[in-house]
């Protein structure tokens, strides 16, 4: 049975998304990093670095978000998530998968830091403009990918789209416009995939019993 450690409104949403595309098995472990659930001793034993997500298959343990959709994208064929590797699209799916994390999301995430995630004293809002900027450099980039097609690599939903979908995802947390057509459609349109509403259905169920408990 695979096991996934997250947290809801992380970079292990991504994770659920893929198992749920998949329609794979597995369970599901809440880490309250909140409340500190990233620190406890047995959890660090599983991520030295304390985070969310962390998938456990076997004798497996692997962190890292795209590592472990992209893992999951294998282990499940059937369901399309990758394409064979050394085949152009795989290439292309790995070029966006990396996109994704290094250009895309990274402005989201200098937001999140100096806005709440870094202690007060570590934060520096004179970087916020910079970091909307780049994201906006970084939408125009992938809107030129995109192009008209449904799909960022290939004629299906893989991994790479399940990564950019997410990340846009955020910048509509944050409030950022996308400010090109197809983009805003992609997004609306790989947001309404049941997959995704189940995963979000299941954090949010999560949050409302925390906030009970």
């Known amino acids: 049975m695979l096991t996934v450690y997250g947290c809801p409104n992380t970079r292990s949403s991504r994770v659920l998304w893929t198992l749920e595309e998949a329609g794979a098995e597995y369970e599901y472990v809440a880490v309250d990093l909140r409340a500190g659930g990233g620190r406890q001793p047995e959890y660090l034993a599983l991520n030295a670095g304390g985070k969310v997500p962390t998938l456990v298959d076997g004798e497996l343990v692997l962190t890292e978000s795209a590592a472990i959709c992209t893992y999951l994208g294998d282990r ?22 990396y996109f994704a994390l290094s250009e895309l999301e990274q402005p989201l995430w200098t937001l999140a830091k100096h806005t709440f995630a870094l202690p007060e004293q ?12 780049e994201f906006a450099v970084a939408a125009k980039v992938l809107a030129a990918g ?3 097609r449904e799909f960022i690599a290939g004629d299906r939903l893989m991994v790479a789209d399940i990564l950019i979908a ?3 995802a955020w910048a509509r947390a944050c409030k950022l416009p996308l400010e090109h057509d197809n983009l805003t459609a992609y997004a609306a349109r790989l947001l309404a995939r049941p997959a ?3 995963v979000r259905e299941r954090e ?5 019993n925390a906030a009970k408990s």
């Open 76 to 97: 499940f064929p059937a369901a399309g998530l990758t394409a064979p590797v050394g085949s152009p699209e795989r290439a292309h799916c790995d070029q966006w998968c």
């Open 122 to 133: 570590r934060r520096v809002p004179a970087v916020l403009d910079t970091a909307r900027w």
């Open 146 to 148: 995109l192009g008209p």
């Open 166 to 168: 997410h990340t846009l």
């Open 196 to 198: 995704w509403v189940r």
């Open 204 to 208: 949010r169920a999560q949050i409302e």
